[in-house]
């Protein structure tokens, strides 16, 4: 901040470095506010527009120490979101035969709301926002529960003594060692569909996790996630995750990736100040 003039007034403008999907924007204009209610944030495009490398997309007026205070949060935030909705759109795109596209993954709280917008913005629907809409049995759930089937008399037993209603998606995964296959996942699945077709059941869809092999000759197995999906033959909602390609998947309900949020490329953005204006500024005010 020592080149920079206390009360030094400038114009930056937002320019998008490469083509891609912008997002981000309340934030960004969340971030500014907090830093400096003074400062004026104008926008040319919304969340979710397409921008063109080039195109100066949107700027910022006020004092050029705050603006630059919150240049690097801005921009941290609305490069990897704008990613992530871009990538989501790509992909949605290339999947629209199927119903949906799904964000998974493990986000901090404090701006999961944040992320999961983007996922919307591209097109695709978040699996959950928490820990606290869904139930979701994985692998070590039904390791404690002494079987898939225990797991799930477990849960609906704990939503009907608490009135609650809310989705529940089981977990099958397949475990390998090399390229073999734990024999236990499609026993699990019949088991599922035995129990859920003899009781009353909460079950809503069911997670084919890791059921894509890839091969040592770079091509991919799958055998067992067709499989899996004659057994089950519509009788729930699937979900197919780990491995996944968008070439090879037909037939499941959703896609899920957690890749959207946690590997996602982020678009090239930048924020450049108003070099004329500044130099006019400096000029008027005798610093220049």
Avoid at 118 to 138: A, S
Wanted: charged share 25%; hydrophobic share 40%; proline share 1%.
């Amino acid at each position: 901040m020592a080149t920079i003039p206390d009360d030094m007034e400038v114009e930056a403008h937002f320019l998008a470095k490469e083509d891609g999907i912008i997002a981000g924007i309340a934030l960004a204009e969340f971030v500014f506010n907090e830093v400096d209610p003074s400062l004026k944030v104008e926008w040319s495009q919304t969340d979710g527009d397409y921008v063109h490398k080039g195109l100066k997309f949107g700027k910022v007026h006020g004092r050029a120490q705050n603006i630059v205070r919150a240049e690097k949060v801005v921009l941290n935030f609305m490069q990897r979101m704008s990613g992530i909705a871009a990538q989501t759109k790509m992909q949605w795109e290339m999947l629209h035969t199927l119903h949906s596209f799904r964000r998974r993954g493990k986000l901090l709280q404090f701006y999961v709301w944040w992320i999961s917008g983007r996922v919307l913005i591209g097109g695709g629907r978040n699996h959950r926002m928490g820990l606290f809409d869904m139930v979701l049995i994985k692998d070590n759930h039904i390791s404690i529960a002494g079987g898939v089937r225990n797991a799930l008399k477990s849960v609906d037993s704990y939503l009907e003594k608490r009135n609650l209603r809310m989705e529940v998606d089981v977990y099958v995964c397949s475990h390998r060692n090399g390229h073999v296959i734990d024999t236990r996942t499609m026993e699990e699945i019949k088991d599922v569909l035995g129990d859920a077709s003899k009781t009353k059941s909460s079950l809503t869809w069911i997670m084919l996790d890791n059921m894509v092999v890839p091969l040592d000759n770079g091509d991919v197995d799958v055998s067992m996630l067709k499989e899996a999906m004659e057994l089950i033959n519509g009788k729930f909602e699937t979900e197919a995750s780990g491995n996944v390609t968008l070439e090879i998947v037909s037939g499941v309900t959703y896609i899920s990736s957690g890749a959207l949020t946690h590997s996602v490329k982020a678009l090239d953005i930048s924020l450049k100040i108003d070099t004329e204006l500044a130099l006019e500024v400096g000029r008027r005010t005798k610093r220049a």
